[in-house]
Every structure is written in C-alpha cells, then in structure tokens.
C-alpha cells in the first residue's frame, strides 16, 4: 500500500472540497480503488503505487486549475481526472487571453485598447504610471495585474497604497483605532481584491502579510523588494511624497502609481507630486507612460458624460 500527502494550504478549502465534501466524493467515485482522506489543510491519498501516481498527476492539475480559475464544478472534476490526455481546459473557450479569472470563475480581462496598452506596459517595464479620469478601470486593471503576479509566484507580496489626504484633517473625530479610521478610505483596494481572491483566502493573505494595504506615510524607510506595489491616487502626494515612495523600489519589484490630475485635493498652490513626476521622468528608460480617457470608462454610461461635462467647464475657466 502506498501513501501520498498533498498540502492544500494555499487554497480556499471549502470551495475546493465543495459543499457538504460534494467535489471529494466526486473524486473518490473516480478513483474507487484509492482511499482518500481530507483532514486539515491536507489531502491522504493510499493505493497501489500505479494508480497512486495516476491520481497524484490528475490532482495536481485539478489544483492547478482551481487556483488560476478559482472554480471547480463536477464537470471539470470529470475532464480533469478522468480525461484521456490531460489536455489543459480554457474555462468558458475565452479567445481573448485574461489578466486572471476572480471568485467564481469571473473573467477579469483588459477591456478597452488603453487598458490593454497598460497591460503591456506593465510586462515591459517595472515602473508605469496609469493616468486618467474616473471610471477608467486604472486601479482595478492594476490590482489584477498584482494578483496575477502573485498567484504566478512572480513576486512574494502586493503592497497597496494611498495618500490618505482626505482623510487627514478630520481621523481624529472618526471613530475606532487608526486602522479603522483608514479602512473606509482603502475601501475600493479592499473591493477589487474581494472580485479576485476568495474572501477566506484574503483574509489569510492580509494576516500573513501577503498583501498589505496602508497609507502613504507607512511606506517611509522601507524596502520594497519582490513586491507588486501600487500607488493609488497618486495626484494627492506632494513632492516628498513622491520621491520617498519612488525610491522604495527594491529588488525584483514592480511599481504602478494610479492617478487623476484633474482630481486632486491638495491645499491650493500645493504642487501634486503626480504632475511633477511625470514631467521629470516622462523619458527615463524602464519607466512606462500609459494614459486612459472617456473612451476607456467602464462604469454607467452617465460617467463618460459627466467627464465631459466638466472639461467643458474647466476649458472655459
């Protein structure tokens, strides 16, 4: 009789093993003649060595599967372990390649001709500035990338981050210690990894220091090495901001700074960090430049028309 032991820590067990085991009882009717145990974070598996082999192989592509698609259903369980050849499965025949696929299979993918040039931005160089109005898809095109990136075991970490300027004058009247005060403003970071990572999962990361979400000023004196790290709202930073976030960058690192110059909420005659950045760098080799506009709004219809409103009114004044 002969044992494996596959450690399943890294995924989300419950959608793993699915309701009430339902996935593992579809394996063992697959593979009568093995015994197969789930205790804990691991999976036992006891046969004869041949077809311990056999379903060790299959089990390691189902897993495989299950982390890039975050979904498992029995008839992917059917094709994967009990295929002729292990031909790998392209969930829903998508012809267009996705940045990742979210919680429950969700296709998250470029979706206009910026947002793609920002994914091939990102591939090339390891700095890219993403500017443009709301709605644009910047931080959620961004924090994909981050995502993808870890789940491809490319780097350790993803560090989220934002000039907490709004908040600033007014944490001390909010309620709750400073991480609660913050949360609110990290709130739409906190949304887009909840599309993409399985909430137990997340959770799980942001303990262990997986992924870490933190204002600006949490970045001083550190060094930010096999990290995915984006600056989110980068308009709101001043000058110092800015240079102490830019020389964070360590080894094997990528860094996308997000931002919307014709938002910024800076004290007036206050110069954004964002606008002097790229004036400064806009030619420095291994920095990349990607602007989105009304064309790449993803939001409600209406957003596109109020964008265009107001620069009506701003080319006026």
Same mark, same amino acid.
């Given at each position: 009789m002969n044992e494996i032991k596959i450690d399943l820590s890294e995924i989300n067990l419950q959608d793993f093993f699915g309701n009430q085991n339902t996935h593992i009882e579809k394996i063992r009717n697959i593979f009568p003649e093995i015994k197969i145990v789930a205790r804990g974070n691991n999976l036992k598996a006891y046969g004869e060595k041949s077809t311990i082999i056999d379903f060790n192989k299959r089990i390691a592509e189902l897993i495989t599967y299950f982390?890039?698609?975050n979904v498992l259903n029995d008839e992917i369980i059917e094709r994967i372990m009990n295929s002729e050849n292990q031909e790998k499965i392209n969930l829903n025949g998508e012809i267009d390649s996705p940045i990742l696929y979210g919680? +429950?299979?969700?296709i998250i993918k470029a979706k206009t001709f910026n947002q793609n040039r920002l994914v091939k931005s990102i591939k090339k160089n390891d700095m890219?500035?993403?500017? +443009?109005?709301?709605?644009?898809?910047?931080?959620y095109t961004g924090v994909?990338?981050?995502v993808n990136a870890l789940k491809q075991k490319k780097v350790k970490r993803i560090?989220?981050?934002?000039?907490?300027?709004?908040?600033?004058?007014? =944490?001390?009247?909010?309620?709750?210690? /400073?991480?609660?005060?913050?949360?609110?403003?990290?709130?739409? =970071?906190?949304d887009a990894l909840r599309d993409m990572i399985p909430n137990e999962t997340l959770k799980n990361y942001?303990?262990?220091?997986?992924?870490?979400?933190?204002p600006l000023a949490f970045m001083r004196g550190r060094t930010l090495d096999n990290a995915f790290?984006?600056?989110?709202?980068?308009?709101?930073t001043t000058h110092s901001q800015m240079k102490m976030f830019l020389t964070r960058m360590g080894k094997n690192a990528k860094f996308l700074l997000t931002g919307d110059p014709g938002q910024i909420d800076l004290p007036r005659r206050?110069?954004? +960090?964002?606008?002097?950045?790229? /004036?400064i760098l806009n030619s420095t080799d291994g920095i990349g430049i990607v602007y989105l506009d009304d064309k790449d709004v993803i939001r409600h219809p209406l957003v596109k028309k109020v964008i265009n409103a107001y620069k009506t009114i701003e080319h006026d004044n």
């Open positions: 982390i890039e698609y919680v +429950g299979g969700r890219v500035f993403a500017i +443009g109005p709301a709605g644009t898809g910047k931080t994909a990338l981050a560090v989220l981050t934002r000039p907490a300027v709004e908040a600033g004058e007014n =944490l001390g009247f909010l309620p709750g210690d /400073l991480n609660e005060k913050l949360d609110p403003y990290m709130q739409p =970071l906190y942001i303990e262990k220091g997986i992924i870490q979400i933190a790290v984006i600056l989110d709202e980068a308009q709101n206050m110069v954004s +960090g964002l606008k002097e950045a790229l /004036l």
